[in-house]
């Protein structure tokens, strides 16, 4: 009890001192933003999904990354135009590792970029003719694209181009589904109005378009695994325990997912919701119009896999119960395998996160079944429910910090002193450089997959490779010296 008090006094106080470098004015802002868990409290008592303060170095995105770069950029048989100048393009041409089937450039196109490349006169007289031009250049280039989404970067909200009528003249002229996303990046606070403004997307030009009356032979396990984007594998690593439970998965999204796929979530008779972030408000629209239930499920690690799976098997008869506790029986042999092999290793050590989307909590599991302690945790662009959902992971006296900048993050890394850090590329490079074992958090360091019982195994291999690697012997944080 001691040293959780000692733990919750030392980490009060550690806000305390970082809000003292501030003007009163930002001190009293940021001050909503950073607080200490304690246990039975609904949420963790900070202030989320609010403009960032100006001066300060926020680590978010914008509302363009969060609709091209995460919802709609990884929908593999579309074609995304980035529809502006060239810059915000190029910035997002590596995706985030969001691997999927097909041939690229053929009937795939996740890995390639398409811009209008705004040059001055297209901001005086507008895009909407180059937009046209763009249009048909991409179905005489790529006839096997199934549709075209249009990704609004900044100029285009600025001097108004109408890109809605845009995309239902050339829709009618190529035949071929065209969505208007209107995720100007100015939009909004972060990335997360993106999101929901590329599930609006969905919702208003694909499901409303879409011809549900075409005949469907459905069964009773039908399910659609949603907010996966398949970072180095995810989604597959997943829909191998769910097929093994004897469900049918009749989409995928969007990693890996056609626009086809997309459209049947309304068909499932469960939605399965990996990143709540990024697709809760498309969720609840099919709950709501269609009358189908959704679920939050968590793949990280052994513990929080087999709530999950059970937890979806209750939505389902007793034969899906049973087949999710063989499959749970199947894999414990392997998962308690890996921890034999690397708890010894990894037991003790502590962790601070701060990731965007669900990883915040989602992976703490993951974690613990390890031997590991998450003492810190945040989230780039979180709201309140995120921070309600996250005091069923977190233990009395974390450190909560939300849209925390790179002072405090480091500061709070100078005191707390983890053994290791999983946050951003952004950030990645500034811990390594201060001595203390990191793993970019947001598409695994170019590994994984992270999901499921042969993603945990990957899991604690790198982290082991983190923290035990032999350069931090030659390489010392600041206060080993």
Not at 5 to 21: F, H, M, S, Y
Not at 112 to 124: A, C, H, L, P, Y
Not at 222 to 240: C, E, F, H, P, Q
Not at 399 to 408: A, G, K, M, P, R
């Amino acid at each position: 009890m001691s040293a959780v008090l000692d733990g919750k006094t030392r980490n009060k106080a550690l806000i305390n001192e970082v809000l003292e470098v501030y003007p009163e004015k930002a001190a009293k802002k940021r001050a909503k933003h950073l607080n200490v868990y304690e246990e039975g409290k609904p949420d963790c008592g900070v202030k989320s999904n609010i403009k960032s303060l100006p001066g300060v170095m926020t680590i978010r995105g914008c509302a363009y990354a969060g609709s091209k770069g995460v919802v709609w950029g990884p929908v593999k048989d579309m074609m995304h135009i980035s529809h502006g100048p060239v810059g915000c393009g190029q910035y997002s041409w590596s995706t985030r590792r969001n691997y999927y089937n097909g041939t690229t450039g053929v009937d795939a196109f996740g890995a390639m970029q398409v811009t209008s490349d705004f040059q001055e006169k297209d901001i005086v007289f507008g895009g909407d003719k180059k937009l046209d031009k763009v249009i048909d250049e991409i179905t005489q280039l790529f006839p096997l694209a199934k549709g075209i989404s249009i990704q609004s970067e900044c100029p285009i909200g600025l001097i108004g181009d109408d890109i809605e009528a845009v995309s239902k003249k050339k829709s009618k002229e190529i035949g071929l589904p065209l969505v208007p996303v209107r995720c100007e990046g100015f939009r909004g606070v972060s990335q997360s109005l993106g999101h929901h403004i590329a599930n609006d997307a969905i919702r208003d030009w694909v499901f409303d378009k879409a011809d549900y009356n075409a005949p469907f032979e459905s069964t009773p396990y039908d399910v659609v695994l949603m907010a996966d984007y398949n970072i180095g594998g995810d989604a597959w690593s997943s829909r191998i325990l769910l097929e093994e439970m004897g469900l049918r998965v009749i989409g995928q999204g969007t990693g890996d997912a056609t626009l086809k796929e997309i459209e049947m979530m309304p068909r499932a008779k469960l939605l399965l919701l990996h990143c709540y972030r990024s697709m809760n408000y498309i969720a609840r629209h099919v709950e709501e119009k269609y009358g189908v239930p959704w679920f939050e499920y968590n793949l990280f690690g052994p513990t929080k896999i087999a709530e999950s799976l059970r937890g979806i098997a209750a939505f389902f008869d007793d034969t899906i119960k049973e087949n999710a506790e063989k499959v749970i029986a199947k894999y414990t042999a392997l998962s308690q395998a890996v921890i034999d092999k690397y708890k010894p290793r990894l037991a003790g050590k502590t962790v601070m996160l701060y990731v965007g989307g669900l990883r915040p909590r989602h992976v703490i599991g993951a974690y613990e079944d390890l031997g590991m302690e998450v003492v810190g945790t945040g989230y780039e662009f979180g709201h309140g429910d995120d921070y309600q959902r996250t005091t069923h992971y977190v233990k009395d006296g974390t450190l909560i910090y939300d849209d925390v900048s790179s002072f405090e993050l480091e500061k709070f890394a100078e005191k707390i002193r983890p053994d290791l850090i999983g946050s951003g590329v952004k950030e990645k490079y500034i811990f390594q450089k201060m001595g203390i074992p990191f793993r970019q958090m947001h598409s695994w360091d170019y590994s994984g997959p992270y999901h499921g019982f042969d993603g945990f195994a990957i899991f604690a291999r790198d982290m082991d490779m983190a923290i035990n690697s032999p350069v931090w012997g030659m390489t010392k944080a600041p206060w080993k010296k």
